[in-house]
Structures are given as structure tokens and as C-alpha cells.
């Protein structure tokens, strides 16, 4: 997609087809690998966690809670005003009435970007992020560059990522120090007035709804 | 704490870099990271700040040379072995190999797998239900404390001393530098408190833009 920026550079993390590979020739564990296996194992004989459930949690936010939550929200408010409305004033209650509750999610505050106000959020003491409409939050937004460059350069950051702010438009940064999370509600791109719901949520990105990405006007971005 | 996990104003780390099409989790040791650390959460021997605290005591360099799920590591093995749970002994035999005896531990409460869906649902540990009267108003302009605990905050280092005006409050919570310490809940009001840009970053920021901050009675006074 032509809205993609350019640097995106891929990470060259080794997947676990290699670790499986590195196993199959006999090459050791890594240490943080041996200590997660030691302290599990410890876990489960002292009856402190149970494999089952460890599985059940990690398949919940691998498969289950991720960013489609959120486009899905982002959709019906642009098709539904009162919805919308609602959202806007309490994000808690609005996103509970599609199921969308739970853990890293007491609070919803939904902010509105609009010609005037362009909104971003980050965590910069850990990585407070909205799981419930948006998953588990990425490494990017996790990680130092983002953490420590979101508050004091945001414009900057935002350029990078190819999203130019105009100089009228009020960037605000929201900081999520403590348990409300933050969802940043796009503005629709235009063009897309005669495009369905479930179309509308088909191009709503996870970097969108972070602040750190416009909606493009066709489907098909990879974030 | 000063710690190396408050990132926020510091320059060097290099630019944000966004990984197409990225995995929830990139290694298996990375989801059983994850799901034993939530776990171990649910056995409710400590609450959510008392756990950002034990990942904050990473030392620095470690902080910021180490991965995401590598703090989550730190943490809980520190919370484990403060909460006399598994001890070091035990985790550096189980190194070693697999079985040998465990000490057991009375009366845990283990999540199980039925469990695991109402417990993520009803999962709310910090938004306080006491009738705690404001300090402050929307509106308020307020200043925040100079405190630079050995504890830990939910103050960050780049928003002490600044001159603020109150935008939201989101009610009472409990405060995380009194529970993150052990030291109570102290249920009060944490607000959205608005920066402008200027005010943390000096005259180079743009007059446009604005930080927003999640904080509590106890961080602020009346400007």
C-alpha cells in the first residue's frame, strides 16, 4: 500500500521454526529460554499455575482479543452517531456493549482526532495499552525509541512514520501513567461514504487507533 | 524510583521502527512468559503496581539492554522470591535439570482453567469504590510535586515541577506509590492533567501541543 511508510524496516527476529531447527541439531536453549522452562516447571510442581490455564491465557490473546476489537468500535462510530457519541463520553460502557471488557481495560477513554486535534498515546513508564479493544500492545510501542520520543517529539515521530501533522492541527499526547487506557478514535478517510460497516472496520489499522497512522482509503495495510 | 524504565524526554535510542506483520509473541519462551506471569498474578499475592515496581528494579543497563519479556522475567522472579514463593536456590537447581524436591506452598490459590475467561472479564484491581471528595477541579491549575522516591511512582521524572491545568477526572482509584511500596491503597481522585508542550520541553516545543498525564491528588497542588 501506497500509505505505508517507506522505512519500515523488518526486524530479523528468529522465529520459532528456528528455534525448533536449532533444537532438532541439538544447539543448547538460550539462557532466558532455560530459566522460562526452569521457572514453569517450578511453578506447576508447587501448584502455583496450571498448564492448562497457562495455555487458555495465551491463546485468549493470540487468537482471540487483538486490534479487530477496536476497528470494529472505530466502524460503528463512523456509521452511527449516537453510538458515537456515546463512545466519546464513556468509552467503558460503549465498547462493553460489544463484549469488549476485561483486563487492562477498567477505564476507556476514546479520543477523537479531527482536522483540529491530532491524538497519540503511549506508555512511557511501561506499556499500559488497551488490551480488551486492542491486544497485546507491539514491540515498537513497548520499546525505548517510542517511550522516550513520543512526549517530547511527537511531530517527529509522527513524520517518520509518515504522517504529517499540519502546523494548525493541536497534537495531543496522552501519557497512560495510570489504569485508564486510551483509544484513539481515526478520522475517516474520504471516499469511503458508500463503503459498509464491515468494510469501514477492513481499514482500520492498530497504528490507527494508537494515533500514529492515518486510515487509508482502500483495504489492504498490514497495520 | 529514578529507575531506567522512565523513559520519557530521553534522546539517542534511535528512530521507532515498525514491524509489518508482527506476531503477537516471537519466541515460545515469550508466551510462557506471558501466561505465567499473568497467572502467577491471579494468585493474588500481589496487586499491578507492586508489579511494575519489581520490574523497575531491573538495574538500568539491564533495563535497557533486555527485551520486554525480559523485564516481565525479572519481575516475577523477584515477586516470587519476595513473596517467599520459589526461591533463587530453587530456580538455579532447577537449571540444573529437571525434578528434585520443591517446597511446597501452603494455601495458594492457583488459576484454573475454567477460571481463566471470567477471571480476564472481571479483571478490575485498582478503580477504588470509597466516596473520596475531589481536590481538584476540571479546570484547576495545579503543579506538580517535586519527589523523587526511592519507591515507586507513577509520577515520571520529566512532568515534576511543571505547571499543569486539570482536564479530566476519571474519579478515585487507588494510588500506586502508596500500593506499589505495600504500603495501602489510599483511594483518591487521578485526573488527566493537561501540559503544554512548552512547559515540560522549553521554547524549542512547539505552542500548539500538549501532554497529557494520568495523576493523583497526592502528585499535585494548587498553582
Known amino acids: 500500500m501506497s500509505h505505508d511508510h517507506e522505512h519500515g524496516h523488518h526486524h530479523h527476529h528468529d522465529d520459532d521454526d528456528d528455534v525448533q531447527e536449532h533444537r532438532e541439531h541439538g544447539a543448547p536453549l538460550s539462557e532466558v529460554e532455560l530459566r522460562v522452562r526452569a521457572l514453569e516447571s517450578l511453578l506447576v510442581d508447587k501448584g502455583l499455575v496450571e498448564p492448562a490455564a497457562l495455555d487458555a491465557l495465551i491463546d485468549t490473546y493470540e487468537t482471540k482479543v487483538g486490534p479487530r476489537n477496536g476497528a470494529k468500535i472505530v466502524a460503528r462510530a463512523w456509521v452511527d452517531p449516537a453510538f458515537k457519541q456515546r463512545l466519546l463520553q464513556d468509552g467503558t460502557s460503549a465498547v462493553a456493549e460489544h463484549g469488549f471488557v476485561g483486563r487492562q481495560s477498567e477505564k476507556l477513554v476514546v479520543v477523537e482526532n479531527t482536522p483540529a486535534v491530532h491524538n497519540m498515546v503511549v506508555c512511557t513508564l511501561c506499556s499500559c495499552y488497551p488490551w480488551a479493544v486492542l491486544g497485546l500492545p507491539p514491540v515498537w510501542y513497548k520499546s525505548a525509541p517510542y517511550r522516550s520520543r513520543a512526549v517530547i517529539d511527537p511531530r517527529g515521530v509522527l513524520g517518520e512514520l509518515g504522517v504529517r501533522v499540519p502546523a494548525e492541527t493541536e497534537v495531543r499526547v496522552w501519557d497512560s501513567t495510570a489504569e485508564i487506557r486510551y483509544m484513539v478514535l481515526p478520522e475517516r478517510p474520504a471516499g469511503t461514504e458508500r463503503m459498509t460497516e464491515a468494510q469501514l472496520a477492513e481499514l482500520v489499522t492498530r497504528d490507527a487507533m494508537i494515533g500514529v497512522a492515518r486510515v487509508p482509503a482502500s483495504a489492504g495495510a498490514s497495520r | ?223
Open chain 2, 1 to 223: 524510583m529514578n529507575g531506567g524504565h522512565d523513559l520519557g524526554g530521553m534522546h539517542g535510542f534511535g528512530p521507532v521502527e515498525i514491524e509489518r506483520d508482527e506476531p503477537v509473541f516471537h519466541h515460545e519462551w515469550e508466551r510462557r512468559a506471558f501466561a505465567i506471569t499473568l497467572a502467577a498474578g491471579f494468585l493474588g499475592k500481589w496487586n499491578i503496581d507492586q508489579s511494575r515496581f519489581a520490574r523497575e528494579q531491573m538495574p538500568p543497563a539491564e533495563y535497557l539492554a533486555t527485551t520486554y519479556y525480559e523485564h516481565w522475567l525479572f519481575g516475577l522472579e523477584k515477586l516470587l522470591q519476595d513473596h517467599d514463593l520459589v526461591s533463587r536456590d530453587e530456580v538455579a537447581a532447577r537449571l540444573l535439570g529437571p525434578g528434585g524436591a520443591v517446597r511446597p506452598v501452603a494455601g495458594a490459590r492457583m488459576l484454573k482453567v475454567d477460571e481463566v475467561e471470567p477471571a480476564l472479564r472481571r479483571s478490575r484491581a485498582s478503580k477504588a469504590d470509597e466516596d473520596v471528595a475531589p481536590r481538584y477541579r476540571v479546570g484547576d491549575r495545579v503543579v506538580t510535586r517535586n519527589i523523587n522516591p526511592l519507591g515507586h511512582t507513577r509520577l515520571p521524572r520529566y512532568a515534576r515541577s511543571k505547571r499543569g491545568v486539570v482536564a479530566l477526572d476519571h474519579g478515585v482509584w487507588v494510588f500506586p506509590d502508596t500500593a506499589g511500596n505495600g504500603l495501602g491503597r489510599k483511594p483518591q481522585h487521578c485526573y488527566g492533567v493537561r501540559f503544554e508542550a512548552r512547559e515540560l520541553w522549553g521554547d524549542a516545543a512547539t505552542s500548539r501541543d500538549a501532554i497529557y498525564i494520568d495523576l493523583w491528588d497526592d502528585h499535585l497542588e494548587p498553582a
